[in-house]
């Protein structure tokens, strides 16, 4: 079985402060990624990672930035957190197909105060 | 612009009466489509994936299907551990490397 963990299940967080969530997956996934997802907009794609150390931007990427130096790793950070991070963050594996599925972690629920 | 439109937004149902949930898509080239099951505070759990319109997959009380606009997610008999939000995906070419687009969900709800 596919498992993808995330280091927190809930985190607050100041304003202004580093915040680091951090993905691991056990499948030998080349592909990792980080959405938010909010009520009302759904999920969201914020970055994605097709190999150790490289990136590209989703659609939500300001804000954010991500770290990929071992395979199973991908972590994402909010340099300077705002009340509008204030979500529920979700890092998802799949393999190098491009149809390939992608397994999702179990979340990260974010509070910015 | 890719659009993926998930209807109807919520759902109730009594246990036993059978339902579909609706996905419609509107995408340059589907690659596949995708449906997850998500429980309140847990993570996506994948369900299924299909390629091409025609195709058909089940798994216990559960059957999607796809056509050229649309994927449904038909529900034989459900019981209340059926509920859950129901959210479909598309990955298409036009999504950069192997992103996908999904639609904002289902909220299933079926009672005793």
């Known amino acids: 079985d596919v498992k993808v963990t995330q280091s927190s299940r809930y985190l607050v967080k100041r304003t202004g402060e580093k915040v680091f969530l951090e993905c691991v997956q056990d499948m030998d996934h080349e592909n990792m990624f980080w959405y938010r997802q909010d009520p009302g907009l759904g999920l969201r794609l914020i970055y994605f990672s097709y190999d150790v150390k490289m990136k590209e931007k989703g659609d939500i990427p300001e804000g954010y930035s991500v770290s990929r130096e071992k395979k199973e790793r991908f972590s994402l950070i909010l340099e300077s957190a705002s009340t509008n991070q204030t979500s529920m963050y979700l890092c998802?594996?799949?393999?190098?197909?491009?149809?390939?599925?992608?397994?999702f972690g179990p979340g990260t629920r974010l509070t910015v105060l | 612009e890719d659009q993926v439109t998930q209807s109807p937004e919520a759902l109730r149902l009594q246990e036993g009466e059978s339902s579909s949930l609706n996905c419609s898509y509107t995408?340059?080239?589907?690659?596949?489509l995708f449906w997850y099951r998500q429980d309140p505070g847990k993570g996506p759990e994948f369900l299924f994936t299909?390629?091409?319109a025609g195709e058909e997959k089940e798994k216990e009380r559960l059957k999607a299907t796809l056509t050229k606009k649309e994927s449904f997610l038909h529900i034989t008999a459900p019981k209340p551990e059926d509920s859950a939000t129901y959210l479909c995906?598309?990955?298409?070419?036009?999504?950069?490397?192997?992103?996908?687009?999904f639609g904002k969900g289902t909220s299933l709800l079926v009672t005793p």
């Open positions: 995408v340059s080239g589907l690659r596949g």
């Open positions: 998802a594996s799949s393999g190098a197909g491009v149809r390939d599925t992608q397994y």
């Open positions: 995906a598309v990955q298409a070419d036009s999504n950069s490397g192997y992103a996908l687009n």
């Open positions: 299909l390629y091409s």
